[in-house]
């Protein structure tokens, strides 16, 4: 079962306020979606996850197929079943994390030979088929086309053979893929090129998906050259669709992609970040090992309404972090992790208030002012 | 505030059970202590110790004193305040640390000297009057006496050497101590020399404590020589205050324990092993990395009503191992300081019930089960 709705759209930019229906639940959109790529959302339980109202998480199908395998955990209720998460999942493709081994892959019509770092360098062969039997074994709500991700920079050339073979690729995916209910999301590609990019959603449409993601960003380019992107292919693709903007990224990023249309977003910086002391706040990053919050008694940040937030000070993080002490991780991811839900519930609000702008305006001047 | 009372006393065997009154809650006796070394307990929030039904735990006054001081945990509400803990603390008295560091320490009369490993090596002289300022100021709610660990095996000569100066440091320690409203306890020693712990409990006896507490065990010694021990002063202590076996032990050791009459434990066992992956169950100890669990759909032990049991699987748990996934840690963590607290929560049930020989005659024999 899956479903998008549309429950209201800004007049004053491209923000869209939606909601998908899916086998685990409902997700308001736009929504974050935090990232658990070896079917665990690092230092975090399901339960924290909950409390901390996370909707949907994103696994990924690479790791998950060398370790411990798509068929142990289509043996343990899928994905779901495995992990205790009864919301909804999307996985990759796994595509991104192949074409990132480099040297230990190789590319050819057919899909993408690669070898394994986890057992002991087997030689695995991933195509469009083989990417939608693993998705359908792990049993996400949302699976992805497999698609190549290029490297930046690339080539004029390079990148529109690769948007030619993504293309013919996502057909090979929707043809094999079987009646199971997940949804299936294109990619559109294209490097930095515009008319790539527009190639790229045309050709999907063509084929027809339940949703699109614009994939390849975030990997090098400006922030302006990212918006380019963004506006060169969101406009073309069908308001009655969600569209997924992958890997992206800070705070600031995130409500730049709902101004563009964007409904959904994952990324590891808030999970990343927090495990090296780094924490998202309402008035920018604070890097808790600095000397000035030794004896420093409020929050991580005073405005965040979090477990650890309420509960502790920054000189306890920050002795945490110290003292290399475990709990140092739990409780960071959990701000961060919720900074940026909150963030998307913000956002939300200020869509259906019809004040998206204004509230993006705030946002970002808000958070010009450094850590005092 | 502090009060011993003693509820129940067995009639087949030493084991009582009490009750600790504190200024932050009652604690139920015979009672686990999970150790809270740097102001956690590893991978542990206050809340998931609160939810196991954890009542005291313990901290080290060597590792505070360090690192961030205790200048500074006075300052943030001692240590109930600075690590969000609401309920009672017992913290050591830094002396077997120091002891440990071997060669980096020197003893006198006065006390210690020690090169700290965390300071650029800077130098430190803890003395029985330094360690009660140390543990006042972090604000426990029990305070242990400075005492000198000895290693094992140690000469008759020079184990009696060091009972007659812990003694004296024992009387300098009350001397010292202020009218904080904190609980002081002796500690017995006497290496492995039964009369040596008789006169060690005696001379304790004469200064009169709030509690007594029998140090250096399960440093090497066989079984029987620590029961030995443990019989060679217990006996001497008066029953209407409150017992404590420092560093001990395995779930088998705690029931021996309360069967000479112990009320109060502390030791590392269940949250180091967890980390490393062993896991007490009902029937044995479960390692988990082991290959039979792979596909293996139980709960680490059926019998267990953790939040780890109840939600995922022994192949779950053992993935997250394999994985490096920190959430392993704490998932295991929950397990066995769960089953510990459990325990002994069984062990107090017994002894009200006039059934504890019952009982550990029947956990004995259940435990040399081997892990199906």
């Not at 411990?68 to 343990?76: A, N, Q, S």
């Not at 190549?148 to 030619?164: K, L, M, Q």
């Amino acid at each position: 079962m899956f479903k998008f709705s549309l429950i209201k759209k800004d007049t004053e930019s491209s923000a869209r306020r939606g909601e998908l229906t899916t086998s685990h639940g409902a997700v308001q959109t736009p929504v974050f979606m935090p990232v658990g790529t070896q079917a665990t959302v690092k230092t975090l339980s399901p339960e924290d996850l909950k409390s901390m109202g996370a909707e949907i998480i994103l696994s990924n199908t690479y790791h998950l197929f060398l370790r411990p395998g798509h068929e142990l955990i289509r043996d343990f209720g899928q994905l779901h079943g495995f992990m205790a998460w009864d919301r909804a999942v999307l996985t990759d493709s796994g595509g991104f994390q192949v074409f990132s081994l480099a040297e230990l892959r190789k590319i050819s019509e057919e899909g993408v030979t690669f070898q394994s770092p986890v057992d002991g360098g087997a030689k695995h062969l991933l195509t469009p088929e083989y990417a939608m039997e693993i998705q359908e074994a792990l049993g996400a709500d949302i699976i992805m086309a497999f698609d190549e991700c290029i490297p930046f920079p690339a080539t004029h050339d390079y990148a529109r053979e690769s948007v030619e073979r993504t293309q013919r690729w996502a057909r090979r995916c929707k043809d094999a893929k079987k009646d199971t209910g997940q949804a299936l999301f294109g990619i559109v590609q294209g490097g930095m090129y515009p008319e790539l990019r527009k190639q790229s959603a045309e050709g999907l449409l063509d084929i027809g998906f339940d949703g699109y993601a614009l994939g390849g960003l975030s990997v090098g380019e400006t922030k302006p050259v990212m918006y380019e992107m963004i506006e060169a292919s969101a406009p073309l693709l069908p308001s009655d669709k969600p569209r997924y903007l992958m890997g992206v990224g800070t705070p600031e990023d995130l409500v730049e992609g709902v101004d563009r249309g964007i409904d959904m977003f994952d990324c590891v910086m808030p999970t990343r970040n927090a495990r090296n002391g780094t924490f998202f706040t309402s008035f920018g990053r604070v890097v808790i090992r600095n000397a000035q919050y030794e004896r420093d008694k409020q929050p991580i940040d005073p405005a965040c309404g979090c477990y650890t937030c309420r509960t502790f000070t920054r000189a306890y993080i920050r002795h945490l972090f110290n003292a290399n002490e475990l709990l140092a991780l739990r409780l960071g991811t959990i701000h961060n992790v919720y900074f940026y839900l909150n963030l998307m519930q913000n956002v939300r609000t200020s869509i259906e208030q019809g004040r998206f702008k204004e509230f993006k305006k705030e946002f970002l001047e808000k958070r010009e002012t450094i850590a005092n």
